[in-house]
């Protein structure tokens, strides 16, 4: 059975401070890995997509790394700002033809102003 | 563009009354369905999946049920709710293996 943790469970930082989320799984045939963004009350948002081929990805401020062999990947979150905070979640997809995630319990992001 | 619509937003029922929430996708043809309900200090899980009509997958044993009569839409339902069954609702849609997308999630409080 495959699972994901999250460390830390939260984490609050002043407006401007470069971040780490950190993100460890069990799957060692891991297909790709997700980041999500989901805020209080509401669904969960894509951010980045790892492929299991792939080192890591970047979006704007956002750079997510999958090291397989460590069974880990981070999210790093650069020049933080306020509209930042919420809940970050990772899941794993291990392949197969269910298409499906096993997702951490994810960490809360306070970025204060 | 792909849209997805899920509702109520919040639903307070009773114990041992019946359930149906839906979920409807736009702007694609036969993508995959996921019911999650995520609960306080226990993550999100997965409860129920679909990669066609009629095709319906349980990941956990539980009071609920899914089902897909069309293409774009997911249907969860229980014919008697527990207070268990309390917790935030969420319908995911993807295509293969590229990122899911989820709904705004639905707030069920079971008195």
């Known amino acids: 059975k495959q699972e994901v943790t999250q460390i830390p469970a939260a984490l609050s930082v002043p407006e401007g401070e470069n971040l780490v989320l950190n993100c460890s799984f069990t799957?060692?045939?891991?297909?790709?890995l997700q980041w999500f963004r989901q805020d209080p009350g509401k669904g969960l948002t894509s951010l980045l997509l790892i492929q299991s081929s792939q080192r890591e990805q970047t979006s704007g401020r956002l750079n997510a790394s999958l090291d397989k062999s460590s069974g880990r990947s981070t999210l790093y979150i650069a020049a933080s700002q306020p509209g930042d905070s919420a809940t970050y979640l990772c899941a794993e997809n291990s392949g197969g033809s269910n298409y499906k995630l096993t997702f951490g319990k994810g960490t809360l992001l306070t970025v204060n102003p | 563009s792909q849209t997805i619509h899920q509702w109520p937003a919040t639903l307070v029922q009773p114990v041992g009354s019946p359930l149906s929430l839906e979920c409807t996708v736009e702007g694609t043809s036969n993508p995959n369905l996921y019911w999650y309900r995520q609960a306080a200090g226990r993550g999100l899980q997965l409860l129920f999946y679909s990669v066609g009509i009629g095709q319906i997958s349980s990941e956990v044993p539980q009071n609920l049920s899914a089902s897909r009569p069309q293409d774009r839409q997911f249907i969860l339902s229980s014919k008697k709710l527990l207070l268990s069954d309390s917790g935030f609702y969420l319908c995911?849609?993807?295509?293969?293996?590229?990122?899911?997308?989820f709904g705004d999630g639905t707030r069920l409080s079971i008195l």
């Open positions: 995911a849609w993807s295509m293969g293996y590229q990122p899911q997308h």
């Open positions: 799957d060692s045939a891991i297909y790709n």
